[in-house]
C-alpha cells in the first residue's frame, strides 16, 4: 500500500469516528465542545463553532463551541462586536452545506485593514474563517465554522474540501437536536398544563398502566401524601377497570363510575391522546394514549368564590345566599341553613337574578359551576 492510500485510510476512518460522534452530539448535547474540537483538528484550524447570526450582525447567537478560544473575546464578539464583522454577509449569504473559507471570499487587504481585524481578530492571532451555512431563514443563517490562527495559514481548498464532509452531518445533527428540543419543550409544557388542574388527570398505556399522575391525581391515588385514613378515601383503579375503560367496555362515552376506598363515588372520563401527539408525553414506563379525568361524582362548590363576586357585583350576603343555592332547592331550608327569613332569601335571589340576568335557582348552579376554576389554588 502506497503512502497516498495510507493516508487515504487513516483520514476515512476518522472521518467515520468523527461524524458518528456527531450524531451522538445531537441526542447528546455536552458532547459538542468535544465533538467540535475534533472537527476543528479535521478540518484544521484553532477552534470550532456552531452559532448563528443574521446579515448585519445585529441579531447573533452562539449554540455551542470547543472552548479553545478566550472566553472574555468569544463574548466580546457576540455580545457587541459582530455587526463590525465584514464576513457577515458573505457568510449569511453563502450556499448551503457548500466548504467556503472567509479570505477567499473577501479581499484580503479589506479585512486585515477592518477595525474588527484589529480589535478582535488579530489580538487572538485569528487570520480567517473556514465555514459551511447550515440553515438560512431570510437574513438569519445557522453557521458551522472554524477558525484559522496565523500559524494554520489562510484557508484552501483542502479546508473547503474537509467542511464540506463534515457540513451534512452537522447540518442533520443540529436539525435532530432541534425536534428533540422542541419535544422536550412541548413535554414540559404538556406536564405543567396537567399538574396545574385542580381535577385528578391520569395519563394510561394502552394496557391499562398508569403511567403519569398530576398532583391531583397522586393526591387521589395515596402516591403523595395521602393514605387510607384520609376522609374521602384514595383510589385504587386496576389495569383491568382502566384496560376497560380504554376499550369502551363501561360506555361509549368513555365514562365510569368509580369508588374511593371510603365509598366515596368518583366519575372518570376519557380522552383519547392523537397518535401524533403521543410522542411528546413520554412521561413513563410506556407511551401514554389516554388521558384519564377524574373527579367527585357530587357538585362540590368552590371554596374561594370571589370571581363569581366580582363578575357580578354580588354582596357578601347574596354571595352567601347563591352558594347555599347549591345544597338546597327550597327557599325555606336555604333561609334555615343560613339564619334568615325566607323573605330576605327571596329579595337576594331577586337581586342575584337580576344581576346575573338569571329566571331560576337551577341557573344560578350552573353559573357557579361555570365559574369554578380548573386551576390549582396558588
Not at 447567537?61 to 470547543?66: G, K, T, Y
Not at 472567509?102 to 477592518?114: G, I, V
Request: net charge negative; hydrophobic share 40%; aromatic share 6%.
Amino acid at each position: 500500500m502506497t503512502c497516498t492510500a495510507s493516508l487515504k485510510v487513516i483520514v476515512e476512518t476518522d472521518l467515520l469516528d468523527l461524524v458518528a460522534s456527531i450524531y451522538d452530539a445531537a441526542v447528546m448535547s455536552e458532547l459538542w465542545p468535544r465533538v467540535l474540537d475534533a472537527s476543528r483538528e479535521f478540518v484544521g484550524g484553532t477552534s470550532a463553532a456552531i452559532f448563528a447570526k443574521n446579515v448585519t450582525g445585529q441579531r447573533r447567537q452562539l449554540f455551542h463551541i470547543d472552548g479553545r478560544l478566550d472566553p472574555e473575546q468569544t463574548h466580546a464578539y457576540f455580545s457587541r462586536l459582530a455587526p463590525m464583522d465584514p464576513s457577515n454577509t458573505v457568510q449569511v449569504y453563502a450556499e448551503l452545506e457548500v466548504g467556503e473559507v472567509t479570505s477567499q471570499r473577501l479581499s484580503p487587504e479589506d479585512f486585515a485593514q477592518s477595525r474588527f481585524m484589529s480589535e478582535w481578530a488579530t489580538p487572538q492571532g485569528i487570520v480567517d474563517v473556514g465555514f459551511t451555512t447550515l440553515e438560512r431563514r431570510g437574513d438569519w443563517a445557522a453557521l458551522f465554522g472554524v477558525f484559522r490562527h496565523e500559524r494554520d495559514g489562510l484557508g484552501d481548498e483542502e479546508m473547503r474540501h474537509r467542511l464540506g464532509l463534515l457540513a451534512p452531518h452537522v447540518r442533520r445533527a443540529v436539525n435532530i437536536a432541534g425536534i428533540i428540543g422542541r419535544a422536550n419543550r412541548s413535554t414540559e409544557t404538556f406536564r405543567s398544563m396537567i399538574d396545574g388542574l385542580a381535577t385528578a388527570v391520569i395519563l394510561i398505556d394502552s394496557e391499562g398502566r398508569i403511567v403519569h399522575a398530576n398532583h391531583a391525581g397522586d393526591l387521589l391515588l395515596g402516591r403523595r401524601g395521602g393514605n387510607d385514613g384520609r376522609p374521602d378515601g384514595v383510589l385504587r383503579p386496576d389495569r383491568t377497570t382502566l384496560r376497560r375503560l380504554l376499550n369502551g367496555s363501561y360506555s361509549s362515552s368513555g365514562t365510569a363510575h368509580l369508588e374511593t376506598t371510603s365509598g366515596k363515588g368518583m366519575v372518570a372520563h376519557l380522552l383519547p391522546l392523537p397518535s401524533s401527539h403521543r410522542s411528546i408525553v413520554e412521561l413513563g414506563s410506556g407511551d401514554p394514549v389516554a388521558a384519564v379525568f377524574i373527579q367527585s361524582a357530587r357538585f362540590e362548590p368552590p371554596s374561594i368564590p370571589e370571581g363569581l363576586a366580582r363578575a357580578f357585583d354580588l354582596t357578601p350576603a347574596e354571595l352567601r345566599v347563591a352558594l347555599a343555592t347549591l345544597r338546597h332547592d327550597k327557599v325555606a331550608d336555604v333561609a334555615d341553613t343560613l339564619g334568615v327569613s325566607e323573605a330576605t332569601v327571596k329579595t337576594h335571589l331577586n337581586h342575584i337574578f337580576s344581576k346575573t340576568d338569571t329566571k331560576r335557582q337551577a341557573d344560578i348552579v350552573k353559573l357557579v359551576a361555570a365559574y369554578r376554576s380548573p386551576l390549582l389554588a396558588g
